[in-house]
Every structure is written in structure tokens, then in C-alpha cells.
């Protein structure tokens, strides 16, 4: 909200329209702030600005509190990253929203124990802790901490054809046990950057290394290949069989033709529709190259929900796909559609360049993860 001056015993100070202080905790934060010592308890600690008493570092410079490491809010309603004190992993603390049901908990737990949990095709995001905090009446899933899947940039076709085989590989995973996703749409599908960004990064300007006094430093996917995972389970649900039908749920993509006519619908074709809607608003409308794809989207996303391939029949024909392609055209680069042309050829030869060192680096034009 734009800013209004008002003078406080410090001298000048710049407020909000509700009187909060610019920089200083938003409503949402101020939950993590009170159960600050709790978690920390609890093995896990909070970044500076949650500690209790904490006095914003910009009070005491001349910097603006956007420029400073602890004035990055954290505004998801309902998670929060923090670092696990044992080892300084970074996680992310994720309410157990009791409103929601108990889904996400079980279903999170159901894959992430036993042989499940160890699974190379098990894409679902691990659960590696239940933080209980009695006085506040919720329970925290402790997560690791990832980054969204398109970010950065996915720079050859070879890294688009890692990430899909993935994605559809988990998905059948979750269908093969009877579980629909039901919004495994763009916001939750997110990568390990624990290869990538070795040094990692910071938490909420994720451009910015952890201390925030520079560009995180990054690797590339085919470099070294990140792993990809489907989260928030929130809307899953675990079904007797795969014929079952049910109302839909209405996630990140609300353009699934069933959920506009209204009714039951089989949630599995649903969660194909959202896969293939991906591929097709994500990479097929926004860069060259993609014919490769058409067909199997085109069908992904029929407007008939029975006439879509079940997720088995995807992997499949994608695989024969992912044979059909060159190394050439795996290690050619993905070029938007908006880049003029100039850029573009730019583009191109500086990754010609990238590719005759992953060449006699033998790094694998799919990247394996």
C-alpha cells in the first residue's frame, strides 16, 4: 500500500493506511514471530526478522529496508521458510490447515514412509518432520525448501524433456496407489536446487544469495540436473480404484472443460488435462520448437475427459517421443517466441558454445537427475 509520513519519537517514519510501520512485519508474519521460540525448540530457527524484539537493521544505517536481508517479508499465508538448527539445512514450515481436512498430512506421510519414501519414481515432495505446537493448536509439515520449476529459465529442449518425464513418471506413481493429485498444475510442481545452487540462495528474493549481498550463483540444469517434485497435497484424495468419480476441486487451473459443465468427473483423466495444459500455456505458446509435443497435448487435454490417455499411455508415447529427437535438436536451445531475433541469435551461440563443453564434459543432453 503506498506509504503516508507520520513522525514518531525516532523522527520520521513512513506507514501504511492501517498504521503499519514500512518494513516491519505484515499481519501474516506476526503468527511466526509469536511461535518463534516454539519452533525454534523444536530444532528449527526463523530468519532475524521473526525473532522476537527483533529491531529492523535499517534503523541503524541509511539503507532502505528493501535493500536489507531482513526486511524481505514472507508473505504465503500459511508457510514460512526456516533453517534446521542440527545441520543449517534450509526447510519450509507448512500449516496443517485442519479447515482444509486432513488430507495433505496423510497423503504426505503415505508416500514419504517405508519403501514408498525410497522409491526413485516417487516425485511426491518429502515430508521430513511434524513440528506439534500445543499452546498454538497446529501442527507444521517440515518440507525441504525448492524452487519453482521453470525458474531459472529452461534453456534446452533436452532440460524440457528431463522435467516432463519426471513430472509424468511421479504422476503415475500417485495414480499406480489410486491417489489424484487434483491440482498438479504450475504453482505446485517445483525443483531441488540443492544441485544447482550449491551455495543456495535466499529464501524469498531467490535472485539473491542467502545474505543477500549479491546474485545467488547458479549452475545450469544439464550441468548439474535438478530433481523435480509434485507438492501441496491439499486436494488429493486417495480413491478405492481409478474409475471412481467425484465433485471437482478447484485448484490453479480452473480451464478443465469438465469443471465448466458442472457435475462428477474421474479426477485421474482431470489430472492428465492439467499436465497437458501445462506443456501446452508454458512451453508450446510461449517458445519455438514444440511441434514435437502437439499431438500428445492436443489429446492430454481432449475435451472429452474418457478420450484423454491415462498417464501410462503418456509415459509411453513420450518415450517414443524422446527417441524420435536429435541429439541436435535435445541440445538446442529454447528460444521465446516474444525474443526478437537478434536476441535469439545471440541466444544460439552462446549455448552452441555451453554444448561443446557439456560434450566433452559427457554431460548427457537429457539431463539425469
Known amino acids: 500500500m503506498p506509504g503516508v509520513s507520520t513522525r514518531a519519537q525516532g ?3 513512513d506507514v501504511d493506511r492501517e498504521g503499519r510501520e514500512i518494513g ?8 511466526w514471530r509469536d511461535h518463534y521460540d516454539e519452533i525454534k525448540h523444536c530444532g528449527y530457527q526463523l530468519r532475524p526478522r521473526y525473532r522476537p524484539g527483533w529491531v529492523p537493521s535499517w534503523k541503524h544505517s541509511n ?27 534450509r526447510v519450509m514450515l507448512k500449516k496443517v490447515l485442519l479447515e482444509e481436512g486432513p488430507h495433505e498430512l496423510r497423503i504426505s506421510q503415505m508416500f514419504s514412509s517405508g519403501a ?19 499452546n498454538s493448536g497446529h501442527q507444521l509439515m517440515v518440507m525441504p525448501f525448492l524452487r519453482p520449476f521453470d525458474n531459472p529459465h529452461f534453456q534446452t529442449f533436452g532440460e524440457f524433456v528431463a522435467f516432463f518425464a519426471q513430472v509424468c513418471e511421479g504422476l503415475q506413481f500417485m495414480h499406480e496407489r489410486n491417489v489424484a ?6 504453482n505446485n510442481i517445483m525443483l ?12 524469498t528474493q531467490i535472485e539473491r544469495s542467502p545474505d543477500f549481498r ?105 518415450a517414443r517421443i524422446r527417441e ?23 541466444r544460439c551461440a552462446r549455448q552452441a558454445i555451453r554444448s561443446v563443453y557439456y560434450v566433452v564434459s559427457n554431460k548427457s543432453a537429457i539431463p539425469q537427475h
Open 214 to 318: 549479491g546474485r545467488a550463483k547458479r549452475h545450469t540444469r544439464t550441468g548439474r540436473s535438478p530433481r523435480y517434485y509434485l507438492i501441496d497435497f491439499g486436494l488429493s484424495r486417495e480413491y478405492a480404484s481409478r474409475d471412481a468419480f467425484d465433485a471437482p476441486l478447484r485448484g490453479g487451473d480452473r480451464s478443465a472443460p469438465e469443471h465448466r459443465d458442472g457435475g462428477r468427473c474421474n479426477p485421474f483423466q482431470t489430472d492428465v488435462y492439467y499436465i497437458g495444459n501445462l506443456v501446452r500455456e508454458e512451453f508450446i505458446q510461449k517458445y519455438r520448437g514444440f511441434e514435437f509435443m502437439n499431438e500428445l497435448v492436443s489429446e492430454m487435454t481432449h475435451r472429452e475427459p474418457a478420450k484423454r490417455p491415462l498417464i501410462e499411455e503418456v509415459v509411453v508415447r513420450f
Open 324 to 346: 524420435s529427437l536429435s541429439g541436435f535438436k535435445l541440445r538446442a536451445p529454447m528460444t521465446s517466441k516474444k525474443q526478437p531475433s537478434l536476441f535469439t541469435a545471440f
Open 24 to 31: 516491519t512485519l505484515f499481519r501474516s508474519e506476526a503468527w
Open 11 to 13: 523522527g520520521h517514519v
Open 63 to 89: 539503507n532502505d529496508f528493501f535493500a536489507m536481508e531482513d526486511g524481505q517479508p514472507c508473505l504465503l499465508r500459511a508457510a514460512m521458510d526456516a533453517t534446521r538448527i542440527h545441520d543449517g539445512k
Open 116 to 134: 514408498v519414501a525410497t522409491n526413485s519414481r516417487n516425485h511426491c515432495v518429502p515430508l521430513l518432520d511434524v513440528i506439534e505446537l500445543p
Open 181 to 186: 493429485h487434483r491440482d498438479c498444475t504450475a
Open 192 to 203: 531441488d536446487p540443492s544441485r544447482m545452487y550449491p551455495n543456495g540462495f535466499h529464501p
